[in-house]
T-cell receptor, first 111, second 111 residues
Framework: DSGVTQTPKHLITATGQRVTLRCSPR?????VYWYQQSLDQGLQFLIQ???????AKGNILERFSAQQFPDLHSELNLSSLELGDSALYFC??????????FGPGTRLTVT | QKEVEQDPGPLSVPEGAIVSLNCTYS??????FMWYRQYSRKGPELLMY????GNKEDGRFTAQVDKSSKYISLFIRDSQPSDSATYLC???????????FGKGTLLTVNP
């Protein structure tokens, strides 16, 4: 158990819908990262927050947004969902030396 | 050219074999190097975290980094069936930066 929690484990939704994925980092970790894993693209970085502030952005679609709350949990919002958004979404938090620990992921299926 | 290249395998070895997994990279800005193990549809689990060239050993695992050749390796000694998983290399420019992943190598250790 990495100490990073993610909910829900699975999401099945229809095209055009909006969903919210939730992540709680390890106790004491200030940074949260979101990654998307698909069969063809592998693990891709989406966005990073540090202590409530957006720190870095990857190839995150405009339909996707995220935030980190004062209690350091983070949410990733995916809207206007398309079939191609079906993937595993992982959250990670980083320790002071920079190691990133991953949560169990949320499997999103868009039908 | 992808920033990180990793042979996807699959790699199949008998129990007790020494396994060698490798990644090459093109971005000389990468300074931190990691290996993750991922069981099917689970979150990546951090195995090794290294900075700078050289070797690092942890139990049956040894990580090697050769920055001059832009080449990293993970060796698994006395491989076990429980080591069967996908192994992902990852690297970053700094200690609190996004990770760039290889596509992963699928390893099967046969009893």
């Amino acid at each position: 158990d990495s100490g990073v929690t993610q909910t829900p484990k699975h999401l099945i939704t229809a095209t055009g819908q909006r969903v919210t994925l939730r992540c709680s980092p390890r106790s004491g970790d200030l940074s949260v990262y979101w990654y998307q894993q698909s069969l063809d693209q592998g693990l891709q970085f989406l966005i990073q927050y540090y202590n409530g502030e957006e720190r870095a952005k990857g190839n995150i679609l405009e339909r996707f947004s995220a935030q980190q709350f004062p209690d350091l949990h983070s949410e990733l919002n995916l809207s206007s969902l398309e079939l191609g958004d079906s993937a595993l979404y992982f959250c990670a938090s980083s320790a002071p030396m920079g190691e990133q620990y991953f949560g169990p992921g949320t499997r999103l299926t868009v039908t | 050219q992808k920033e990180v290249e990793q042979d996807p395998g699959p790699l199949s070895v008998p129990e007790g074999a020494i396994v060698s997994l490798n990644c090459t990279y093109s971005n000389s800005a990468f300074q931190y190097f990691m290996w993750y193990r991922q069981y099917s549809r689970k979150g990546p689990e951090l195995l090794m975290y290294t900075y700078s060239s050289g070797n690092k050993e942890d139990g049956r695992f040894t990580a090697q980094v050769d920055k001059s050749s832009k080449y990293i390796s993970l060796f698994i000694r006395d491989s076990q069936p429980s080591d069967s998983a996908t192994y992902l290399c990852a690297m970053s420019r700094g200690s609190n930066y996004k990770l760039t992943f290889g596509k992963g190598t699928l390893l099967t250790v046969n009893p």
